[in-house]
């Protein structure tokens, strides 16, 4: 077991980490639950292995239960290349911006290819929309070509608020590349087809083929399993002031 500690966070390896150049994949509660539902769907459909865990006194007293099994609140999981950090409780404001530190810290420490945020952008006319598009935000001159050669549309102008906005300025204070996905999705409710275009974006940029055809027919068991987190999830985004990603255009230049 190999502990890490940063800014009053422990990242606990309980297995030897043996990526040389790793992706890490972030999937925290945001809009639509996009983060937790795609990483939660990635992990399982690449028999991805529990190789440690986050833990803080600034997380409250919270034990989340699998299969009779007690799991801590932040876990890690790793394939090859791929390691994937997922939540599926609410995350305190606090926590929040020791978190992001210490993600970005640990990427670095890890010699991290990226660290991949996987989030939703509410847009208000997501029920008329068949399949949810895209965006993405590269902190670096290569991440932003990346991006381009997968063909995943630019996040061109606007504003972010929240973890995954903190992880971006983390990482770019720790010179650790970020590349941020988010998807057209519910604002009010969990949103599994936004989480399955997130993957089928990722799959070009990490030349994966994750299938999501088994999460689109799960589409309404997920959004009821999901509905209690999705409603604390809207409460800490109003915490966190969380508003509307959206273009904001004519106002940069």
Sequence with gaps: MNIKKFNGVNVVETTKIEAKNPSILIGFPDVGLVGP????????????????????????????????????????????????????????????????????????????????????????????????????????????KILQDAKIQPFEEGVLVGIYALLIRECMREKQPNITLLAEAHLQFPDPGAAASTIESLNSLLATNIDVKSLLEKEEEIRIKARELMRRTREQMRSLQKVQEQELRGIYV
Excluded: C
Aim: proline fraction near 6%; aromatic fraction near 6%; charged fraction near 20%.
């Design 37 to 144: 539902i795609a990483t939660s769907h990635i992990i399982q459909s690449l028999n991805m292995e529990e190789v440690g865990y986050m833990e803080s006194d600034l997380l409250p007293p919270v034990i989340v239960v699998h299969d009779n099994e007690p799991k801590h609140q932040i876990r890690i999981f790793g394939l090859g290349e791929i390691l994937a950090v997922i939540t599926e409780t609410i995350l305190p404001p606090q926590a929040v911006y020791d978190l992001s530190r210490t993600i970005a810290l640990w990427a670095k420490q890890l010699n991290a290819k990226f660290v991949i945020g996987l989030t939703g952008m509410a847009v208000p006319n997501r029920l008329e929309i068949e399949k949810p598009s895209v965006y993405g935000i590269g902190s670096t001159k290569e991440a932003r």
